[in-house]
């Protein structure tokens, strides 16, 4: 994240639109237009047991805080098992 002040924050609110009001907060288990929720704390060192824990759904789709979605299934199965053990 750019620090306060930075010169590219106007640049970065013109290109990621107006914010929304937050009506409430999802847990795990919830689901929200046909999508579950899954508790996956990112850039934590249990992010990888968080990678396992989603791995086990066999999900067709990942979708991540930031970047694109992931898709196909086999790719995201074959990334997991290549991980170390926690």
Not at 36 to 42: D, H, K, L, N
Not at 52 to 67: D, S, Y
């Amino acid at each position: 994240m750019p620090r306060p002040g930075s010169p590219i924050i106007p640049l970065l609110n013109l290109t990621s639109g107006p914010g929304h009001p937050v009506a409430g907060t999802l847990a795990e288990g919830d689901e929200i237009g046909g999508l579950r929720v899954i508790e996956a704390p990112g850039h934590t060192p249990g992010h990888l047991a968080s990678a396992r824990k989603l791995a086990a759904l066999e999900p067709e789709t990942v979708c991540f805080g930031h970047g694109p979605p992931l898709t196909g299934g086999e790719a995201f199965q074959r990334f997991v098992a290549g991980l170390p053990e926690a």
